[in-house]
């Protein structure tokens, strides 16, 4: 590496040799720049023999079992969790190991095979026992229930059977009893059978406190049924033709506001059945869905020559969507509890009414504001047509002022567009806290029905 001349004047450069005490000093320069390169790579990568081979595993090992061992901690508390969660819930299997557990109990939930295998339409293999999911936590009722002479009689014990039914038992299991049967004497043809009563010996008085009609007449059920047994002398005869104050709508009139005709209709908690009496003399059906509470109820409507439907309101209605004409509520609808109860009760009511269908809300008690609020909050979600509100004021047998809530209302004709701009709507008014003027009086004034004004100012304004 010797020194370098420029020589400017003749335009050339010209290199001096090298001296061997220059050569030298570069050579030295290059083997040291080797070996520390060589040192500082076998540093980097050398690690002791006993650390490689003896301490890494252990590491390794050591944080795989502490993984394990936690991963296996969090599948057991979800596992506890589960279990937590179907007892509170009732979803709890029923244990047929236990000793006390009739045989024909086993034999109804045992499952069927199908005899010639899979079913191409459905997929299903076997045939299983419908039972209510609530069952396993009345065990020793439904134990009870089940404990019977296979071809013989079955116990009288009709109001078991409803006292499983009220705890969630519902569908309660099928037996292979025959069910006791009193002679039905007496009975009236259609339709004057409507209007009078029969022999008090044709219906079941076991379970119940009062052993005759008299008996029932002279207290108050419910707060739609007081004195609803006498429909020969009583107020029932006049029920939905002669009006005691505002909240109570006349039959005719309501039947007026029916968009294609009333034929077919669900009363729900019907009391005596003088509603679907009523109907049937204006040549409409009405199926009337109750439980036997204080009263032989079904019995007594079927004397009537209508049909009685024996239904919890916890259990979906058995009906197929959209068949109802029309729907008739009055205090049954009060179900009691969360809030979330009401509203899979109104979805279902809404799931079996027909499109253009009425919903019949009569004299519906509010115990307080807040369950007023609540019920009209609930009622606008649906974007039923109000043809008829009325909320009003009655004086109960103490004094005391109770308000009252009668409407009928009808169902829209539901399409998508409906929905997305209802979202458009609620996303607008969790921004700015108003709805504005999306929802006007439009296809008949009915709430959750957007105007084409106000949605084209919302789409604007996104």
Same mark, same amino acid.
């Given at each position: ?148 002479? !296979?071809? @013989?009689?079955?116990?009288? =014990? ?8 009220? +705890? %969630?038992?519902? $569908? #309660? ?113 009405? !199926?009337? @869905?109750?439980?036997?509470? =204080? ?8 004397? +009537? %020559?209508?049909? $009685? #439907? ?153």
């Amino acid at each position: 590496m010797g020194s370098v001349s420029l020589k400017i004047g003749d335009g050339t450069a010209r290199f001096k040799r090298a001296s061997v005490c220059s050569s030298a000093v570069n050579l030295l320069m290059l083997f040291s720049v080797i070996i520390t390169n060589l040192f500082a790579f076998y540093a980097f990568t050398y690690s002791p023999k006993e650390l490689h081979h003896h301490h890494k595993p252990k590491d390794i090992s050591l944080i795989s079992e502490k993984v394990s061992l936690i991963l296996r901690e969090i599948e057991s508390s979800k596992k506890k969790l589960a279990q937590m969660e179907k007892e509170l819930l009732g979803y709890e299997t029923i244990d047929l190991s236990k000793p006390n557990i009739p045989n024909e109990l086993k034999i109804f939930l045992d499952h069927h095979e199908l005899p010639l295998g899979k079913d191409s339409r459905t997929g299903i293999t076997e045939m299983v026992a419908s039972v209510g999911h609530s069952c396993g936590k009345s065990g020793d009722l439904l134990s009870q229930y089940m404990n019977y002479k !296979v071809n @013989g009689l079955c116990p009288d =014990d009709w109001s078991l059977g409803q006292n499983l039914i009220l +705890r %969630g038992c519902d $569908p #309660l299991p099928r037996r292979r009893c025959f069910a006791k049967t009193i002679p039905k004497v007496d009975l009236q043809s259609f339709p004057s059978s409507l209007w009078k009563n029969v022999s008090e010996k044709i219906y079941s008085w076991s379970g119940i406190g009062c052993k005759n009609l008299a008996c029932l007449n002279s207290k108050k059920l419910n707060r739609d049924c007081a004195g609803c047994f006498d429909i020969v002398n009583g107020y029932e005869t006049q029920r939905y033709v002669k009006t005691r104050g505002k909240n109570d709508f006349l039959i005719d009139d309501v039947l007026a506001m029916g968009s294609g005709g009333i034929r077919v209709g669900f009363d729900i908690g019907g009391g005596s059945g003088t509603f679907a009496a009523r109907m049937a003399e204006r040549n409409v059906t009405v !199926v009337t @869905g109750t439980l036997n509470i =204080d009263a032989p109820i079904n019995e007594f409507i079927a004397a +009537r %020559g209508l049909f $009685p #439907l024996y239904l919890s309101l916890d259990h979906r209605f058995p009906f197929y969507d959209n068949v109802f004409d029309l729907v008739h509520a009055g205090n049954g609808l009060d179900v009691g509890g969360r809030p979330e109860k009401l509203e899979f009760l109104m979805f279902d009511i809404d799931r079996i009414l027909r499109a253009g269908g009425l919903f019949w809300l009569d004299n519906f008690y509010c115990s307080n504001e807040d369950k007023k609020k609540d019920l009209t909050r609930l009622i606008e979600r649906f974007g039923y047509k109000k043809l008829k509100w009325v909320v009003g004021e009655k004086i109960n047998g103490s004094g005391k002022s109770e308000v009252y809530l009668s409407a009928v209302l009808q169902k829209p004709h539901r399409y998508l567009g409906n929905f997305w701009a209802k979202g458009i709507a609620e996303e607008r008014q969790g921004e700015d806290g108003e709805e504005g003027e999306m929802y006007g009086e439009t296809l008949g004034g009915g709430a959750g029905v957007p105007s084409c004004q106000g949605l084209r100012k919302k789409i604007t304004n996104l």
